[in-house]
C-alpha cells in the first residue's frame, strides 16, 4: 500500500519530474491573428508525468498556447516537439494528445460508455480492445456503475469524470485540459481539484491544465507557467513562485502583495520612510512583501527588522485570517495578514524582516 507523500516530497517529486527529460518542447512560438501579437516567442519545456498549469488573465494567450499544442492553431512561427517528433507538422488526430474542453462537449444521445467509446469506434479499434479500454477507462475515474446513463442524468462533476474517460480511452501521452472546472459550483470545484489531481498522478499522464484561477493553480500544480500579454512572467513550482516572484505581476496576480518601489544607495535600500541593508546594485528597485511577513513588533526582534508605525484603516474576514489594511506614518498604504484571533486595531508598531522583502523586477 502506497503511503501518501508530504508536502516536502510532493515538492522533491517535481523538482526530481523538471529535471528528466522533456516530453514536451515548445521552441519560441509566437502567434498573431492579424496585426495582434497573441504569443511572443513562448519556450518551454514540460517534463514526463508532469501537472503543468499554464496561468493568465483573460486574453493573456493561455488558450491559444494549448490550441497550438492540440493542433486546431497553427503557430505563426516557432516549433513544438514531443518525444523527439516534431508535433506542429502532424494534424490533430496523428497527435498523441487530448483535449478536455470547458463544457465537456458529451454527445447528449449517447450513453456514458459510448461517449467514451466513440473514440476508439472512429480509428477503428477492434471491438473487444474498445470494450476492455472503455471497462479501463471508466474504472479509473470512478463511473462504471453509470456506464448506461445519458450525461443528462447525471451531475456536473460526473460529467467532467466521463469526459476525462472518453480522454484517456485513446491513450494519449499528453491530455490538455481547458477550464474543465469553472462550470462547477465552488464546493465541487475544489473537491474534483484534488479528485483530478490524484487520478493524475495515478495515471501518469502529463496533464497541461489552463485556468485563470490562481488558487486552482496553487493547490493543483507540479509547477506553474505565468502568462501575461503574451509572454512568460514566470515558470516555477507554486511555493517558489509565491515566496520568490520574478516580476512585480507575478507577485501581485499570486496572492496579495505590498509592491514597494524605492532606491538603491551604497547598500541601503530606501522606500519612502523604510530602509534596510541590500546587496544589490545601485538604481530603482522594487520589492514584493507579502502581508503575513509583516507582524506587531515584539520586544525582543529580529536584529535587522524594519520597524514602522501604523493605523488600521480596514480589515477584511478571511475565516482563519484577516487582511488589515494599515496606512504607515510615512503615508504608505499596506496590507497586514493576521489570525482572525489576532484582532490588529487602531495603531501600532509592525515589523518585516530585511529577507522577506522580495526584489521584483519592474513592468517594463
Known amino acids: 500500500m502506497n503511503r501518501p507523500l508530504s508536502a516536502e516530497g510532493f515538492e522533491a517529486q517535481a523538482s526530481s519530474r523538471a529535471q528528466n527529460s522533456a516530453l514536451l518542447n515548445i521552441r519560441s512560438v509566437a502567434k498573431t491573428f492579424g496585426k495582434h501579437a497573441v504569443l511572443h516567442n513562448i519556450s518551454l519545456d514540460v517534463?514526463?508525468?508532469e501537472f503543468l498549469t499554464i496561468l493568465g488573465e483573460s486574453g493573456s494567450g493561455k488558450t491559444t498556447l494549448l490550441r497550438i499544442i492540440a493542433g486546431f492553431e497553427h503557430a505563426t512561427s516557432g516549433e513544438v516537439w514531443?518525444?523527439?517528433e516534431r508535433l506542429d507538422l502532424l494534424p490533430p488526430?496523428?497527435?498523441?494528445?487530448?483535449?478536455v474542453f470547458q463544457n465537456y462537449a458529451l454527445f447528449p444521445h449517447l450513453s456514458v460508455e459510448e461517449n467514451v467509446a466513440y473514440g476508439p469506434r472512429v480509428a477503428k479499434t477492434p471491438a473487444g480492445e474498445i470494450r476492455t479500454r472503455v471497462d479501463e477507462a471508466l474504472a479509473k475515474v470512478r463511473m462504471?456503475?453509470?456506464?448506461?446513463?445519458?450525461?443528462?442524468?447525471?451531475?456536473g462533476g460526473q460529467q467532467q469524470r466521463v469526459a476525462l474517460a472518453r480522454a484517456l480511452v485513446n491513450r494519449p501521452r499528453l491530455l490538455l485540459l481547458d477550464e474543465p472546472l469553472s462550470a462547477l459550483d465552488a464546493n465541487l470545484?475544489?473537491?474534483?481539484q484534488i479528485e483530478l489531481k490524484t487520478l493524475q498522478r495515478e495515471v501518469g499522464i502529463t496533464f497541461i491544465f489552463v485556468t485563470h484561477d490562481q488558487e486552482e493553480a496553487m493547490v493543483m500544480s507540479d509547477r506553474i507557467a505565468l502568462l501575461h500579454a503574451g509572454e512568460l512572467e514566470q515558470v516555477a513550482a507554486p511555493a517558489e513562485?509565491?515566496?520568490r516572484p520574478a516580476?512585480?505581476?507575478?507577485?501581485?496576480f499570486i496572492g496579495h502583495t505590498n509592491l514597494l518601489e524605492g532606491e538603491v544607495q551604497a547598500g541601503v535600500a530606501r522606500c519612502q520612510d523604510l530602509s534596510w541593508q541590500v546587496k544589490l546594485p545601485d538604481g530603482p528597485v522594487s520589492f514584493s512583501l507579502r502581508p503575513e511577513c509583516i507582524r506587531l513588533a515584539h520586544a525582543v526582534s529580529a536584529q535587522n527588522a524594519v520597524y514602522f508605525r501604523a493605523r488600521v484603516v480596514d480589515y477584511a474576514f478571511h475565516g482563519a485570517s484577516e487582511l488589515v489594511r494599515v496606512e504607515?506614518?510615512?503615508g504608505h498604504t499596506m496590507t497586514v495578514r493576521t489570525s482572525s484571533h489576532g484582532k490588529l486595531r487602531g495603531e501600532a508598531e509592525l515589523e518585516f524582516d530585511p529577507a522577506d522583502a522580495v526584489p521584483v523586477r519592474r513592468p517594463k
Do not use: C, D, W
Open 47 to 49: 517534463a514526463e508525468g
Open 82 to 84: 514531443m518525444g523527439g
Open 93 to 99: 488526430y496523428k497527435r498523441r494528445v487530448n483535449t
Open 144 to 155: 462504471q456503475q453509470y456506464a448506461k446513463y445519458l450525461p443528462s442524468t447525471i451531475s
Open 189 to 192: 470545484r475544489r473537491q474534483m
Open 241 to 243: 513562485i509565491y515566496s
Open 247 to 252: 516580476t512585480a505581476y507575478a507577485a501581485q
Open 328 to 330: 504607515a506614518s510615512h
